[in-house]
């Protein structure tokens, strides 16, 4: 390899350094600055002979010396280095730059390092900025509410919006790559179309057609095309938007329909309406006109069918609704087209018509209620004489709950005098209690105009128990108005006491009172589980009386059953409060312990049996001893409730085996 001599080798160095188009500075291996080029001076705002030789790392921005640092220990490898940096401006302001950093070598020797400079100051605020302007579109897709989708040329989806997902379906996974699947078979061709559009340049805007969601229903759908340019202006894909219209479009069709329901309420109403500006009908449907003198009064006067002393006062309720007051209904006297008097209810409000005010008046016959009226108040004393003598209690009820009468039976039934309850509300009770569930009831009933039917308990003034069976019922004026409330309650008390007692014999044994079959196993399924969580120990007794037949068949069946009876009162003392025990049947008796702390605890108990069933008994003058057998099982986590059972009969009877008057435990 030539070299060049030391003073062509110096102008070489200084030409590549001085001539450089890009800003070079010759630093010291350790970094200090030992030559500039013109760039340099002009990229960092100095002269030619102003620019401070001094520590390379003092140009770089504090936050980024330790990574420039870094870089400088790779060239002591010999290897170049190219980072990206931010160094400091000589007016202050912060310049972004590139530099590749070649290391000097002379044998082996680093000696110094080169350093080539860009400006990349603005490439990265345009960078920044093309970012900014991708992020902000971004947002814009994703935020918008219409539900939107980007197609590539091949119309294969290149990505879709939330707005997309939530209305079709689909996620957005399911669908990159993939052909548009929202579009159904039958307009498959159109879709195709509007993609060659797309591909053209041209916008397809604002159609309606059909979207096909994920779960197979179909959406009606407001859509547009718009072809997807690059920065020069290429087509690179197609931008689709759609808008569920469906509710829209149902609405619009709503409104059809209404305006035509409406018409033809008004049309075939069975009130009178007259439309009249100035005292000219100006429309009159079809109840109307059997009001009027004309078979048809439009055109006519509105004053022509009402009598002549009654027309002032027309004139001046015109005048107030001319004003924009609210009226009240009046009845007035017309004359019907057949000549008939009538009683008419009327009212009027201010309305546009053609574009001009007018004013429409209702009515409606009440001929037939005034004669009703008369006729309810008549049968309203019949019923106040029938509420007041009745047995029953009865209130009736304003709608906020306001007592405005209560039936003399009152104070028969709960001993109360009915001025007590008249002005309270409906939940009082004069002994201060609480009734929840009847609360509930009639609250339901006044939201719902429902009748209801319950059983309340409610205290006597003497201090007992009354029961009544209540019927709540929503009452209704003659215009079908909901006007208050009627409560009619008959006592049950006694027929309560009846069917508590039926339901305490089909729970208990009717000898010994005790628990039956049927409620022990419930009870001692509720212990199992309990067992089961709380990792305590259960146990189960069977008691079985020795020679209990032959008691029988000594002292006869009445002594029996007083021997089990006085047998039962013997056993429940032995017992702590949470233990139960039940007549299974004949002289056989169970008893669940729960809760144990130990077997010992159970055996004591057994013990305790055991021994309480030994003493002498007197039944019927008849004196005698017996003894008893006990057959005993502790609950396991698999046990079920019939092989709980069976362990401790087995129990039982492995105890009248081994010579009964003892107890044995299952094992």
Partial sequence: MSTLPHEASASFHQSIVELNPFAVLVLSKDGQIREVNHAACEMFGYSNTGFPMNDYLECIVPEHRDAVRRYFETLTEGKSASYEASACHNNGTRLDIHVTAIPLVNEDDLYGIFCLIQDITESNKERAAQVEREERLK??????????????????????????????????????????????????TRHQEQVEQGRRGECCQGFETIGLKKDGTCIEVSSSFSPLRSENGEIIGIVGMTKDISVQNKLERSWKESEERYRKLVELSPEGIMVHREGEVLYANLSAMNYSKEFNPQGVSLYSFIREEQHEMIRQRVNELKKGNLL??????????????????????????????????????????????????????????????????????????????????????????????????????????????????FVNMAITQRPFSCEIHRRHRLGYDVWVELIGTPMFDEEGTYANMMLVGREITERKKYEEHLEHLSFHDPLTELPNRRLFHALLDQAMLEAKHSKRLLAVMYIDLDGFKQINDNFGHDAGDELLRQLAGRVKPCLRDIDRVARMGGDEFVIALPDLESVAEAEDIAEKILSSLQQPWLVMEHHFVSTSSIGMAFYQEDDKLQELLKKADTALYQAKLEGKNMYRIYS
């Fill in 139 to 188: 947002a814009v897709f994703h935020s918008t509410s219409a539900a939107m989708f980007i197609l590539d040329l091949d119309g294969h989806v290149a990505d879709i919006n939330a707005a997309f997902e939530e209305t079709y379906g689909w996620k957005r996974d399911e669908m990159i790559g993939k052909p548009l699947p929202i579009i159904p078979q039958a307009f498959a």
């Fill in 328 to 441: 009240p209904y009046m009845a007035i006297e017309v004359m019907r087209r057949d000549g008939q008097t009538i009683f008419i209810d009327t009212n009027s409000i201010s309305i546009t018509h053609d574009g001009q005010p007018a004013i429409l008046t209702m009515f409606r016959d009440i001929t037939q209620r005034s004669k009703v009226e008369a006729a309810l108040k008549e049968s309203e004393k019949r019923y106040r004489m029938l509420a007041d003598n009745s047995l029953d209690l009865i209130q009736l009820v304003q709608l906020d709950g306001i007592v405005t009468y209560a039936s003399p039976s009152h104070n028969t039934v709960l001993g109360y005098d009915p001025g007590e309850y008249v002005g309270k509300g409906v939940f009082y009770q004069p002994n201060g209690e609480v009734d929840v569930a009847f609360r509930e009831v």
